[in-house]
Structures are given as structure tokens and as C-alpha cells.
């Protein structure tokens, strides 16, 4: 066998570095290994073939099971099925939940001898983790049920329980004198690019909801507001939503099941709880099963007779804080400052955008509340280096720059509470981008434009040197006095003298349009809420006043 010399070939992770590394592994390549050939196979003695029987492999033995066919699933077997109120839909169960029970709730309970040839006999009727709830039913223990036979009972039989919660309404009026918030808050990922654009993605599938508003508790209302901390701080309530109420048109005697009220714009819906309000101690709350315009069908029949005009609020299930704190300020005087968080549910007001819409995005008119002026900011996306010691390195890192704006709502009628509640539904925090008017006269109109000019002439404002047509400053709002609103996107501009400049639209306006006739020329931006907290600030049941920052996008439309 041939003896081959190797050596240690040097490399960076070794501290040096061999610049030869390439040419010195060549040597370990195949060609330098001469050729060795095969010894030669000894010969092979032939040996007599042995037959060998097969081994007896151990039997093993298994259990099986009976598969029994779908008859089974339903014949030969007690059955039952919870129903609400309604009687539909009906569903097996072992549990009737009741989940948060802010008064009596009608729930039944179908039982079905599902045995073809036998009688069944009831054991007894019971309830497990019912506390505080009065349990009735239409039959006694020793009842029999022929074969296939199905009665309806008001509640529990055999191995079925209720389980749920007694809440606790949260009675003491709220202070109107004060105002009353209500919060909406999403939780939106915005990631950034290096030029600035982004991308969005929802992380909440519902919002966050809070409410908080001040009592004005005096003589017994402040014992019960003390005695309904001290008790139940711990624990849910039923919160009613006070800007939110109606009243009843007729009136309600004992045993109705249906009440009588307006509720366009209000948070009713079916499965929604109300209440009954005379005082923080004679209320009564009830289940909402279906909603028409000027009545609700409830599911269980009213304890109580309620007189015309009666108010009526919504209640929802939340929770206040760990620390609560209370300003007595007199002996009998508590005026608080609760803020409630209520359990999260998908919102009550479906999500719609206004109407109005160009180049397939929704475009923000309703913008009415100038008091105190709109402020902007414009912001550029940049990174400065600076050492202390020498001049500061400036990286620009945005395509172009952005414009946010704090924008006000005046809302005076309960259609624009709830159309501006849809609004905030369908942005979703800062999910979804609408385009934002800059609400200011940003240039002054010229000449007279005919039907067929698609070219405007304006008052120099340097659009055609600074701007030309960057995204946020390539689209117009034009507002006439007698012809309505037209959006048009900038396509060229030109500076024709120190005094005017000429602007070339994407399509003529198709009406005849003088400078005076003119209310108004703003840009138009791409925008998005710069935050995800909504906070409606609740004046009055049909006023409410808003403030959102706004932030236009890199959006290419």
C-alpha cells in the first residue's frame, strides 16, 4: 500500500489566514491516489442444503366492541333538549347555562322517552348551582311516560343544572351634569416600511368597550351606592347605558310581554337586556327576544305594572376597577367617578362607511365642529445620526410627506350618534383608510371653467414647483356654492407667471363654474385613525361631541 504525506492546512477560524487554501486541498483530490486492484475471491466449497420447518408464530387473542347503527343515537334512551323561551331551536344538553341573569329568565326543558316498548318513570325533579333562583316546574316526581313519549318542563329534570350568575344592576343614576364617556378601543399592528408605506392587520376580533360617567348620590342613594361596592366590587354588574334611553309609549301592566318604545338608533337587540327605571330601588330588567321600530317582544312575562312614559335603558355586564375611590362632600353626599370595562361582545352598530366614495375608498364629509380651529402636523419619516462633535447625517427614509389632523365631531341628533358609532365600527382603530379632506381652502379658482375644460387655472401657490402630484396633494375636493362637490385627481400642473398657475384634472367637472360660484378648493389625503381608542364624550341622550387624530398614508389609490 502506498504511504501518502498530508499536512495541516491553515485557515481564518485557525487565527491565520492561508490564501492558498483552494490550491493546497487539491493535493487531498482523488487523482492523487494511485490505483489499487482487487484481490481475487478465494474459492467457494459447496455445502448440502438444509431444510428447516417454520416456526409456529404465538396466537394473541383481542376484546371486541359493538358498533351500534344510528337508531341508537336517539331510540332506547332518555333524551333531552333545552329550549329558550321561544321554543327554538332545540338542542341537547347536560348544562342549561344561563349565563349572567339580571332578572328571571324562561328557560324549558323537553324530555323525550325515546324507548320504543317501555314506560319510564320521573325520579324527581332538582337543580344544581341555582342559588338565588327560583326554579319552577309543571310536574311532580312519579310522573310516567308511555314509550315515545316528550313533555315540556319549565326548567330542570333529572340530570340537568342551571348554571349562571344573579348580576347586580348598578341602580344610582348617572350625574348629567358631568360628562359621560364612551370608549371604543381595537388593537391594530402597523408595520412600516423603509419608504414609509404600510401594512395593517387586525389583532382584536372585537373591541374594548368602557363607559364612565359621575353619580350625584344623596341621603339613601349614597348608603346604596356604599353597600353595592362594599358587596359586589369584586364582582360583575348590570350597567346601564344612561345616554342611551327611551320611554314607554303605552303603558305596561303585569304579565305583558311586550313594551311599547321607540328604538331606532339605540342599543337594542334581540338577546340585549333592558331595564325599567323609577328609582335606583324600583326597577325591573327584562329580555329582549325580537325588536321592531316601535316595540320589543320580550322573553318572559313583566313582574310589574309600568305607567306611560316609563324610561327604559339598556344594561350591559361589566366591571369596575380594584380601587374605587368616592367624594363625600357632605355627610350625605357621595359624588364618585366610575369607569366601568364592560365584557367584550362584537358592537352593537354594524360597521358602515357615509356614502360617498372615490376611486373605490370612502371620503369623510361630516366634519362639523370647527370649535377651536383644525390643527395639522406634516411629518417626514427620517433618521438623524449625530455624534455631538461634528455636523448631524440626516437619512430620509419616506417617500413623501404626511399630514395629521385633529378632526371634531358635533353630533346633535341621535342618527348622527349612531351613523358616527357605524363609522368608527368600519375603521376598525387604524385598520381601514378612507380619504380625509384637508377641510381648508388650500387654492383660490381663477377663471371661469366651462362644461368641457378639464384644465383650471388657480392662484400661484407653488403646487407646480414643491408639490407635483406627490400622493397626498394629487387629489381635490372642489365645493361649489349651487353645483355641488366634485373630486378630481391632479395629472400636471405648470407655473404660467408669479400670479397663477395652470392645473390639468383627470377629467373636465361638466358644469359651468365661476371663481365666485366657488366655496371652497381643498386637497384630499389617504388617511387612517392615528389611534385605536375611540372616546365619545355623551353631553345628553342626542348630544355628543368627538375628537380622533387622523393620519394620511402612502396609500396608491
Not at 328557560?107 to 332538582?126: C, I, K, P
Not at 315540556?152 to 348629567?176: P, Q, W
Not at 327604559?312 to 355586564?317: C, D, E, I, R, S
Request: some cysteine; hydrophobic content about 40%; glycine content about 6%.
Amino acid at each position: 500500500m502506498d504511504n501518502l504525506s498530508g499536512f495541516i492546512v491553515s485557515s481564518p477560524s485557525w487565527g491565520s489566514s492561508d490564501p492558498n487554501i483552494s490550491g493546497n486541498l487539491v493535493l487531498f483530490s482523488l487523482p492523487g491516489f494511485v490505483y489499487q486492484a482487487s484481490e481475487a475471491l478465494a474459492a467457494v466449497t459447496p455445502s448440502p442444503l438444509s431444510r428447516v420447518a417454520p416456526q409456529e408464530y404465538p396466537a394473541s387473542s383481542y376484546q371486541g366492541a359493538l358498533l351500534h347503527a344510528f337508531l341508537r343515537d336517539w331510540y332506547g334512551r332518555i333524551n333531552v333538549f333545552g329550549w329558550d323561551s321561544s321554543h327554538t331551536p332545540p338542542w341537547l344538553v347536560n348544562t342549561l347555562n344561563l349565563g349572567s341573569a339580571y332578572s328571571s329568565q324562561l328557560r324549558y326543558v323537553e324530555v323525550w322517552n325515546a324507548h320504543l316498548d317501555a314506560s319510564e318513570t320521573l325520579a324527581g325533579v332538582n337543580t344544581v348551582g341555582a342559588d338565588n333562583m327560583t326554579i319552577s316546574t309543571d310536574s311532580t316526581a312519579g310522573a310516567t311516560f308511555n314509550p315515545m313519549e316528550s313533555r315540556l318542563y319549565s326548567i330542570v329534570t333529572g340530570s340537568i343544572r342551571t348554571a349562571g350568575s344573579n348580576l347586580i344592576v348598578f341602580s344610582v343614576r348617572a350625574n348629567f351634569r358631568d360628562s359621560m364617556i364612551d370608549s371604543w378601543e381595537w388593537l391594530t399592528d402597523v408595520i412600516t416600511a423603509y419608504n414609509g408605506t404600510e401594512q395593517r392587520r387586525c389583532l382584536r376580533r372585537f373591541p374594548r368597550r368602557t363607559v364612565e360617567f359621575s353619580l350625584f348620590a344623596h341621603n339613601s342613594d349614597a348608603g346604596l351606592l356604599g353597600n353595592l361596592l362594599w358587596g359586589w366590587q369584586d364582582r360583575m354588574y348590570g350597567v346601564p347605558l344612561w345616554w342611551d334611553g327611551s320611554q314607554l309609549t303605552q303603558d305596561a301592566a303585569a304579565s305583558n310581554t311586550v313594551l311599547h318604545l321607540d328604538t331606532l338608533d339605540r342599543e337594542i337587540a334581540p338577546q340585549q337586556t333592558l331595564m325599567l327605571f323609577a328609582s335606583s330601588s324600583v326597577f325591573e330588567s327584562v329580555q329582549v327576544s325580537q325588536v321592531f321600530s316601535d316595540h320589543v317582544q320580550l322573553f318572559s312575562p313583566l313582574q310589574s305594572s309600568w305607567p306611560r312614559y316609563t324610561e327604559v335603558y339598556p344594561l350591559k355586564t361589566g366591571r369596575l376597577g380594584a380601587d374605587q375611590s368616592i367624594a363625600n362632600t357632605v355627610a350625605n353626599l357621595a359624588e364618585p367617578r366610575l369607569m366601568f370595562r364592560l365584557l367584550q361582545s362584537a358592537s352593537p352598530y354594524s360597521p358602515v362607511d357615509y356614502p360617498t366614495t372615490y376611486r373605490s375608498l370612502p371620503v369623510l364629509e361630516d366634519i362639523s365642529d370647527w370649535t377651536g380651529g383644525m390643527d395639522s402636523k406634516t411629518s417626514v419619516k427620517l433618521v438623524e445620526y449625530d455624534n455631538s462633535l461634528n455636523n448631524f447625517l440626516t437619512d430620509v427614509q419616506g417617500a413623501y410627506p404626511v399630514t395629521s389632523r385633529q378632526v371634531k365631531w358635533f353630533l346633535n341628533t341621535r342618527g348622527k350618534i349612531a351613523a358616527f358609532k357605524r363609522w368608527i365600527a368600519a375603521r376598525q382603530g387604524r385598520l381601514t383608510v378612507f380619504w380625509m379632506p384637508s377641510g381648508v381652502s388650500d387654492m383660490q379658482l381663477l377663471n371661469t371653467v366651462q362644461p368641457t375644460d378639464s384644465s383650471i387655472i388657480i392662484s400661484y401657490i407653488g403646487y407646480a414647483t414643491h408639490v407635483q402630484q406627490q400622493v397626498g396633494r394629487r387629489d381635490v375636493r372642489i365645493e361649489s356654492k349651487t353645483k355641488g362637490v366634485f373630486y378630481r385627481r391632479i395629472v400636471s400642473s405648470d407655473a404660467l407667471s408669479s400670479a397663477s398657475e395652470s392645473i390639468q384634472l383627470d377629467s373636465a367637472l361638466g358644469v359651468v363654474i365661476s371663481p365666485d360660484d366657488i366655496e371652497m378648493i381643498s386637497f384630499m389625503a389617504p388617511s387612517r385613525l392615528d389611534v385605536d381608542r375611540v372616546e365619545i364624550d355623551m353631553r345628553t341622550e342626542s348630544f355628543a361631541q368627538a375628537t380622533i387624530m387622523v393620519r394620511g398614508v402612502l396609500h396608491d389609490s
